[in-house]
Nanobody, 118 residues
């Protein structure tokens, strides 16, 4: 089964930027039935919410509160999906999880912490 490894989290001040990376353990293009990859986040005491997704055709979608600030992209030869996060605010503080959805289900990464100080 494919594994997803996130990196790039950390501590940043309000208004700052971070870029998260998610690398798959095998070729994304060879995964049978793959539909999309994305990022979700979970803040303390809150439910996990989808932040951004990118389909196999490159169509993107975003949570309303991050539109215009976050950008999801992928580098297929590197089996990597990115989340560029700009103009961060304390409400963006959460553990960010990469995920891959295919016909057989959803695979999650281990998560990376993003903390935005005021």
């Amino acid at each position: 089964q494919v594994r997803l490894v996130e990196s790039g989290g950390g501590l940043v001040q309000t208004g700052g930027s971070l870029r998260l990376s998610c690398t798959a353990s095998e070729s994304i293009s060879s995964i049978s039935g793959i539909r999309l990859m994305g990022w979700a986040r979970q803040a303390p005491g809150k439910q996990r919410e989808a932040v951004a997704t990118i389909t196999t055709r490159g169509t993107t979608a975003y949570l309303d509160s991050v539109k215009g600030r976050f950008t999801i992209s992928r580098d297929t030869p590197k089996n990597t999906v990115y989340l560029q996060m700009n103009n961060l605010n304390p409400e963006d503080t959460a553990v960010y999880y990469c995920n891959l959805r295919s016909d057989i289900g959803t695979t999650w990464g281990q998560g990376t912490q993003v903390t935005v100080s005021s």
